[in-house]
């Protein structure tokens, strides 16, 4: 004996009821086949519906149940073509009065008994099922339709309908030795107590009853024929890239259903069990596509976990206090007062001091609950020996299930460190006994997500998602942004990482969203930001609580710099273009790495010195080697090597500022970079870089202009700048003469800085170097120099430069 079970789906429509006949054609030559059908597809809802209108005396039953009926006989005549239809409709038609009948006794007495609601369902597989046997009688398939009701026997045990298997098992035998028959239809969910009336199995009460047959007639093998290709590693609709489970226990299908995996009932499995009757899961869309087998002893049992399911609309009752703690029974006295209300514990964990205990219960029980346990406590809360029962809504279970995860050490980890890491908070955690099964409590809101997740780090792409907080979006940051969208999918498809901006701030407002923010610009930043300052940026990007998040320094900002130390001790990485930090005192610039080594996170500042040129990790890198740097000469500074370059007194210095800041080489205030101030930040990082123990006072500088010069507006600045035309000729003019240019420098060597402006010869390294930036360094095993030349300045420039050290702390975590 085979049995297949086709669900709602399957019998939808006539279309799809011809594939359950092809399927059973099929099967028929292998052996006799038992067909166990459910009723058509929301078939069962609308019947309720009707009963629950007809209970209030609402007359569109009526209209609902015209309705019902007329989809029926429309599956009969588009099914049925071979003879007439007359019989089917006739059928049709009398199991409709019936019911009109029946809902008419509901609607005047006004009252809806579990047992009449139960007759009223009933009606949904009756249906569908002897249009089944009528396609195969027109088909002239031998065949007989055997009514569950007077097969399947249940009794009442806690309010609700138990099979009695010993006399269901008789009569099942018994059916079948007296209809010696290829092929039978039995009607699922239903059946019926000992006194003959209708009740029914519950929900999946169809796999149901096609388990309790498989099991009553010795059949060897079991098929369920859904919508869907077995189960799945994860929920098909949350993740596209699910695979079906080829091969699973029972137990661990068990765990899967338990927890949400509704392909297959919990119920369906547990009376196989004992038979060892395989159980195939296959497409009735697709009977020839993949398809899962659930077995005692499956193939791949190494395999750490199977599958993924959740179970959503899960209230958690946190109950604390003293009370608790070294009292028997306390936990019985628990457990029966939700027994007593009819409420299911879905999932239990409570700390080892006893002094606090979680339940899981569905959303609807929440209340009821709530009462029942205060209730029967409340005495000790009046005490004080116990808090009042905490109540919170809206979360979701997820667990991953696999035989052998108890024998794999490091399973747990993996998934609390997927969920960590993509910034989902645990509420509670909960492993089975037989640590088949993990299980954590998260919020609803991101079940998805962490599905995903999970999925990923399981049976896909390890996914690595680094979150970024940029803070100033001026030219680099929009740069930055940019890059960031126009590279995601490509690091995503090649690399499985996800680069996600998470908040973004300028001078005045901040946007924050852990899930990503979907669009940017000024205009949505002014539109939808919300104000803030320094600290509430910092405050929410640690409340954020995202591993591998990144706070990017766009800015120029000393405030925000100051807030590094903070960022980095909570475990924040760090990647600024800003000076400031590395350019303040020592102490501040130990207090940053000191953070960073609390935090176990990074600070990379690849662009403090040459925008986008390798020039503090090559620093770094000859430094890690053994190397020992004996000096650096650089040309820093774009805008004055620019005017340096071009300067040779035929055209006014002054004009030159001007064109240069015209043509965006200078900041909108030229006086920032004319300053030298630039530059000399950038020797100090150097200095220090190498292990120079400099301050700022410590740095010699040759400034080109007075010191007066940067006081008031700008347009006085460029009156000064022409006023001192003269004395810059000079100097051109006097280096000329000797054959040497101008040139504005930084220097470090034997334990001394320099920043200023300089005559240099052709011997000089810099003196070939034209408008672009140059370091050279001397080392011992470089004595006669690596050079670093190419574009130091730019918001593009800049912008890959911080873009790369992103990447840095990507590679290296």
């Keep these: 004996m085979q ?8 019998v939808a429509n006539a279309e ?31 019947l309720i519906k009707i009963a629950e209108l007809a209970s209030r005396n609402d007359k569109s039953y ?7 009926e007329a989809r029926h006989i429309q599956i009969i005549n588009d099914l049925i073509t071979e003879i007439p239809v007359s019989h089917s409709e006739l059928t049709c038609a009398s199991a409709f009065n019936s019911l009109r009948e029946v809902c008419n006794g509901v609607s005047m007495v006004r009252e809806l008994t579990p047992a009449v609601l139960d007759q009223i369902m009933s009606y949904g597989e009756i249906l569908s099922t002897k249009i089944i046997s009528d396609k195969f009688t027109a088909l002239g398939v031998d065949h007989v339709w055997l009514d569950s009701r007077k097969l399947i026997k249940t009794k009442l045990q806690y309010n609700q309908n138990s099979v009695d298997f010993k006399s269901t098992e008789k009569l099942i035998r018994k059916a079948l030795e007296e209809n010696d028959k290829p092929l039978y239809i039995m009607p699922g969910f239903i059946a019926s107590d000992s006194s003959g009336r209708t ?66 009932y919990p119920p369906t499995i547990q009376p196989v069990i004992s038979k060892e009757i395989p159980i195939a899961v296959k497409n009735t869309f697709d009977p020839y ?22 179970s959503n609309k899960i209230a958690m009752l946190s109950i604390e206090g003293s009370g608790m703690v070294g009292i028997p029974g306390y936990s019985s006295k628990l457990f029966g007062a939700l027994a007593n209300r009819g409420v299911n514990i879905i999932l239990i964990t409570q700390a080892s001091s006893v002094h606090t205990m979680c339940i899981a219960v569905d959303e609807k029980d929440a209340e009821i609950s709530r009462e029942a346990i205060e209730e029967v406590f409340t005495y000790e809360i009046s005490l004080g020996k116990l808090e009042p029962l905490k109540v919170e809504l809206g979360n979701s279970i997820i667990s991953i299930v696999g035989d052998d995860m108890k024998n794999q050490a490091g399973t747990s980890g993996r998934m609390f460190d997927a969920l960590g890491r993509a910034g989902i908070n645990i509420r509670a955690i909960a492993q089975g006994s037989s640590e088949r099964n993990v299980s954590a409590i998260i919020s609803s809101r991101d079940i998805e997500e962490a599905i995903r997740t999970i ?23 929009k740069e930055l942004v940019s890059i960031i969208k126009n590279q995601n999918q490509l690091f995503l498809d090649k690399y499985s990482t996800d680069i996600r901006l998470v908040g973004l701030a300028n001078s005045k407002k901040a946007l924050i969203d852990k899930s990503g923010l979907k669009a940017v610009s000024a205009d949505i930043l002014a539109e939808k930001g919300i104000g803030y300052d320094i600290d509430d940026l910092v405050k929410k990007s640690i409340m954020l609580s995202l591993k591998n998040t990144v706070f990017v320094d766009c800015s120029a900002s000393e405030e925000v710099s100051k807030k590094y130390p903070e960022l980095l001790r909570n475990s924040i990485n760090v990647v600024t273009r800003n000076r ?23 600070f990379f500042y690849e662009t403090n010195v040459g925008a986008a040129l390798p020039v503090i990790s090559l620093i770094n890198q000859m430094k890690i080697s053994g190397d020992k740097i004996n000096s650096i000469d650089g040309q820093l500074s774009g805008t004055l090597s620019y005017l340096f370059s071009n300067y040779n007194g035929s055209k006014p210095f002054v004009e030159l500022v001007k064109e240069a800041r015209d043509a965006g080489y200078t900041e909108p205030d030229p006086r920032i970079d004319l300053s030298g101030r630039d530059v000399l930040r950038k020797c100090l990082i150097l200095a220090r870089e190498i292990g120079y123990e400099t301050e700022e006072s410590d740095v010699e500088t040759s400034e080109f202009l007075p010191a007066h010069f940067f006081s008031g507006s700008l347009d006085e600045f460029y009156d000064k700048l022409a006023a001192y035309e003269d004395r810059l000729k000079k100097m051109y003019d006097s280096a000329n003469s000797k054959g040497e240019k101008l040139k504005y420098i930084a220097s470090v060597r034997d334990g001394k800085a320099f920043s200023g402006i300089v005559s240099i010869g052709e011997e000089h390294p810099l003196y070939s170097v034209g408008e672009e930036n140059s370091i050279i360094i001397c080392s011992d095993d470089y004595p006669r120099s690596v050079v670093v030349t190419g574009a130091g300045a730019g918001a593009r420039q800049t912008a890959t430069g911080v873009f790369n050290d992103i990447l840095k702390i990507n590679i290296i975590q």
């Design 16 to 46: 799809n009821i011809s594939s359950v006949i092809k399927i059973t054609l099929e099967a028929l030559p292998k052996g006799k086949t038992l067909i166990v059908a459910s009723a058509v597809s929301k078939c069962t809802d609308s």
């Design 62 to 68: 009526l209209e609902l149940i015209n309705d019902l």
């Design 289 to 310: 596509g993949e398809w899962t087998l659930i077995e005692s002893h499956p193939d791949g049992s190494q395999d750490r976990v199977r599958g993924i399911s959740s």
């Design 3 to 10: 049995v297949l079970k086709f669900g709602g789906t399957s």
């Design 199 to 264: 009740t029914t199995l519950g929900r999946g009460g169809s796999d149901y009853t096609a388990s309790i047959v498989a099991v009553c007639s010795d059949a060897s093998i079991l098929e369920i024929w859904t919508d869907v290709n077995g189960m799945m590693t994860a929920d098909p609709r949350i993740v596209p890239e699910a695979a079906t489970i080829k091969s699973i226990s029972y137990k661990e299908a068990l765990e899967l259903s338990h927890f949400g995996a509704k392909v297959v």
């Design 455 to 477: 999925h990923r780090e399981f049976f896909g792409h390890k996914l690595r998602r680094i979150n970024i907080i940029v803070a100033g979006y001026g030219n680099v940051g």
């Design 580 to 602: 400031f930090a590395n350019a303040s005192s020592m102490e501040t610039y130990r207090s940053i790495r000191a953070a960073a080594g609390k935090g176990n996170s990074y």
